[in-house]
């Protein structure tokens, strides 16, 4: 435990104190005064409203939209499942600059409702809700849908045997077990779009800005550090709150059902209200899913291969290299940031599996999920601050990218592995034990081939998420070697449509590369209920 302790402490707790201290400390004295004053300014108000009421609303509307589906995924069988469980997937891991990226083509300047019906929906808050819907579809379908599939169906159909309707039913024996599941999903859509940047710094504009938008504009903007330190600290807060709510929920979930083998709960759709359901789920993941990322693969190829081509040339102004090289450079970057992730998530998730493991070590496992939810411009900025100089001088060092996006990809690997190393039989560890074998050969022949595949899932969110990471290395990314989130944002931040076009058709790449990803994925799942 101690390696993935002292990496926290040094690459998570260490940047995030470094620059709070920076912007709330000065002659030698804490100002905690400042909270109040910044707080209490009227547009820093509007910024903590605007961020939560748009959480709220994004978390209603995923919910309502994707509920649905979940039923679909959970209870009924047809043909190509498997691929559209895939495709729903897709979204969540998409970088969010790609999102944003995708509905710019979709309803902004020139995109499909513009060239349709003369509708732009781009700096405005409907943007950025259907946005939020589209990004975290997947969270609401499979974690609900995943527990919705292993509830045993025979409670329900003999509350409809004592003459409850089929709605009565439902309402009085499966909302209630599926309500942890439902709120533990709720709880991550309001983290993620309360925590939002990419998807609001592109299609929001000036007139809206979340809480990590405006953390981003007082440090690399303004300049302001004292500001940027009490928002953060006010987010920190806020995550942390959310963050226990959630551990409680999971739980609930994990003590209060009994399941069932999924494989016998689903069914071919019956009679015209399944299948008309049926339908409008596909509907929808045609329309709120597949449509904004095949205009967005429409728009990279408007006359031809042109944008593509053009990735190859070095501009010697934003870019010191072709952007192309941006695709080479994330590759190379998550590749070491996975392997950094999977030894210090597959350490943590090793020594929180530990029966005997104490309160200290068990309450490490919340603060592993804090990354995900701490301003990732903050961790980003205080790399360069708190990283500086010896006995850790990384500021000018290649490793300092792949260090913040392992940061983020931790959490998945721990969420991913943690279960699996659970459910292992400690007395096959204890007779290992028992013939002389080490500590290390334990792990090497007992829980390794269990969780072998496991581990490879683990290892492929690990690199999807790293190659989307955007808060933290938009600050770090040095111009010789940009990923290509950033290659994408500093495009369309340029004017003109050369730039736009090669912002599309490198979202484009990056878009298939994450796809790629997730489809190994699901080749590999060693289960099928679906939960993240």
Known sequence: MAVPVAFFAVFFAWPVAAIVSRGLKADGGWRFGRIADVVGRPDIRHVLWFTTWQALASTGLTLLVALPAAYVFARLDFPGKQVLRAVVTVPF???????????????????????????????TVWAILIAH????????????????????????????MLGVSPLGAWRKVTLPALAPAVAAAALMVFLF??????????????????????????????????????????????????????????????????????????????????????????????????????????????????????????????????????????????????AVAVLIGALAAAALARRDAGRL??????????????????VGFGFLIALDKPPLDLRQSWILVPLAQALVGVPFV?????????????????????????????????????????????????????????????FIARPDNPTLPVAV?????RPGDLNYGQAMALSTILMVVCAVALLVLERLRTDRTGEF
């Not at 891991?93 to 732009?120: C, M």
């Not at 596909?282 to 053009?310: C, I, K, M, Q």
């Not at 944002?489 to 931040?493: D, F, V």
């Open 93 to 123: 891991v998409l970088p969010t600059v790609v999102v944003g990226t995708a509905f710019l083509a979709l309803v902004g300047r020139g995109g499909l409702l513009d060239e349709l019906w003369g509708v732009r929906l781009d700096t």
């Open 133 to 160: 819907v589209f990004f975290n579809y997947a969270v609401v379908v499979r974690t609900v849908g995943g527990l919705w599939a292993q509830l045993d169906p025979r409670q329900e159909e003999a509350a409809r």
């Open 193 to 338: 779009t309360f925590t939002s940047f990419g998807v609001v710094q592109i299609l929001g504009g000036p007139a809206f800005s979340t809480l990590e938008v405006e953390i981003y504009r007082q440090t690399s903007e303004i300049f302001d550090l004292s500001t940027a330190a009490v928002l953060t600290v006010v987010q920190f807060m806020a995550v942390g709150a959310i963050l226990a709510v959630h551990a409680w929920t999971v739980r609930r979930r994990e003590s209060a059902l009994r399941l069932v083998d999924p494989a016998v709960t689903a069914r071919r759709p019956r009679g015209p209200g399944q299948w008309a359901l049926l339908g409008g789920v596909l509907a929808t993941v045609a329309v709120l899913l597949v449509l904004p990322l095949a205009v967005l693969v429409r728009r990279s190829l408007d006359g031809g291969f042109g944008y593509y081509r053009a990735l190859g040339d070095a501009d010697g102004g934003t870019f010191l290299v072709a952007p192309v090289q941006s695709v080479v450079t994330s590759l190379e970057y998550a590749a070491v940031a996975t």
């Open 361 to 378: 070590v068990r309450g490490f496992d919340a603060l592993l999920m804090l990354p995900l939810g701490v301003s990732a411009v903050t």
């Open 414 to 474: 721990v969420r991913t592995m943690l279960p699996v190393l659970r459910a292992v039989d400690e007395r096959l560890r204890e007779a290992a034990a028992v013939l002389g074998a080490s500590p290390w050969r334990v792990w090497r022949e007992v829980d390794l081939p269990l969780v072998r595949r496991a581990l490879l899932i683990a290892a492929g969110f690990a690199f999807a998420v790293s190659l989307g990471e955007f808060g933290a290395t938009v």
């Open 489 to 493: 944002a500093r495009l369309l931040s």
